[in-house]
């Protein structure tokens, strides 16, 4: 499948780990994306807690692919999802994050309008314990060195991921998006 095929081209990975709080509310904010063609999946990352394990079930029921494994960190659940998805556009999502409507479209369209750009991401809003936009400017690699600039909910060719072999495993401390941003930056 090539780009620029509209919600065709984008896979969209949720990795979830005692989020199923979340995970519906989630799943919900990218449902007209799905309707339009954009896959879903869904990662179950060793969940514990009964109320996800039973949100999961639901999500499974509703048709949407779950893929379960041990609990293995953020970075292999993330590679899990995409590395099974074969769609050309890869959005990362986790389970407590929403997206506003059109932001995938959008997000879609950049990616095919530049084929020479990887990586799509916009400003997020914190909500909850933290209230506010926060602004994810267009940065170069030396201020991507200083602090991450990147939301962890991007949307990234898959043949940049396969490039780089994804994100980094080893990695379970809660930069495993900023190391990944670095790399795609290192390697132009």
Request: charged share 25%.
């Amino acid at each position: 499948m090539s780009a620029g095929q509209g919600m065709d081209a984008v896979g969209i990975v949720i990795p979830c780990y005692n989020d199923g709080e979340f995970l519906q509310e989630s799943i919900a904010s990218i449902e007209d994306a799905r309707k339009v063609g954009a896959s879903i999946i869904v990662v179950n990352d060793g969940s514990t807690d009964e109320a996800t394990l039973q949100n999961l079930e639901d999500v499974r029921g509703s048709g949407l692919t779950v893929i379960d494994q041990p609990n293995r960190g953020l970075a292999a659940a993330r590679n899990a999802g995409w590395s099974f998805c074969d769609r050309p556009y890869i959005l990362f999502l986790d389970a407590d994050n929403v997206m506003v409507e059109g932001a995938v479209e959008a997000m879609t369209a950049l990616l095919d309008a530049d084929p020479l750009a990887s990586v799509v991401y916009g400003d997020r809003e914190e909500f909850g314990e933290r209230d506010g936009v926060v602004k994810q400017p267009l940065c170069d690699l030396p201020e991507m060195l200083a602090g991450n600039r990147v939301d962890a909910c991007a949307m990234v060719r898959r043949s940049a991921l396969v490039a780089l072999s994804g994100f980094d495993e080893a990695m379970r401390d809660g930069y495993e998006d900023w190391e990944l941003w670095i790399r795609v930056m290192s390697a132009g």
